[in-house]
Each structure stands twice: as structure tokens, then as C-alpha cells.
């Protein structure tokens, strides 16, 4: 069952439309309707990637690291955004905490709203 917080592998694809490869992305909320789709953004190691008071860098020595499942320190890339279908999720490798997950989600509202 896909949840808020999770992450989750992906093949993320590139802005250009080229297929990506395989990578983390966190599941946002999923959006309204039937159709099982979800609002995810990308997770990259390569901290340097990451827009300064935006994007959100998730370190080893956090308190949520552990359950992450991720292997080294990285970004939590708000600016790339996609809205996929679960079923090409290809399954959970870990989550963050609800308090990082709503410092996400509050980001990327006041982004949305130019405030």
C-alpha cells in the first residue's frame, strides 16, 4: 500500500522527456479523484543539486535517516515534481518523518502560491 512519506523507487524521468533511471522519489499525496495517481519528487545524492531553501537534504545523522532507506545523505528535490500512476511505483524502501513530510508539503504550497 503506497502512503504519504514513503519512498519509493522510480525509473524518474528527465525534463526532456528521455527516459531516466532508476532512483528514490517520496510520495507526496496522492491526487483527488480514481485514478490511483500520485505527486511525487525525485531524490538524488547529489547534494550540490539541491536550490537553497527549498529542496531538502536528509543527512545519515538525522533522526529519520535509518527508516529512509536510503544509503548515503541526500536530497529531497522538491523542484522535480511527477504525477504517476501506482502501478509503475516499484515498491517502498523506506519513509520520512511526518514532520519532514509537512515542512515539504508547506514549501512547496507557499511556492505554488508565491508567497
Known amino acids: 500500500m503506497i502512503q504519504e512519506g514513503q519512498i519509493v523507487l522510480f525509473k524518474f524521468p528527465q525534463t526532456d522527456q528521455i527516459s531516466g533511471k532508476l532512483r528514490p522519489a517520496l510520495i507526496i499525496r496522492e491526487t483527488p479523484g ?8 525525485m531524490i538524488s ?3 550540490s543539486q539541491q ?6 537534504i536528509i543527512r545519515e545523522e ?24 501506482r502501478k509503475v511505483l516499484l515498491g517502498s524502501i523506506g519513509n520520512i518523518d511526518s514532520e ?16
Open 100 to 115: 519532514r513530510l509537512m515542512s515539504i508539503k508547506k514549501k512547496l504550497s507557499k511556492w505554488i502560491m508565491g508567497t
Open 62 to 85: 538525522d533522526v529519520d535517516f535509518s527508516q529512509s532507506g536510503l544509503k548515503i545523505s541526500s536530497v529531497i528535490r522538491i523542484s522535480r515534481l511527477a504525477v504517476v500512476n
Open 51 to 56: 536550490i537553497p531553501g527549498f529542496d531538502e
Open 45 to 47: 545524492s547529489q547534494l
Open 34 to 41: 480514481s485514478y490511483g495517481d500520485w505527486l511525487i519528487c
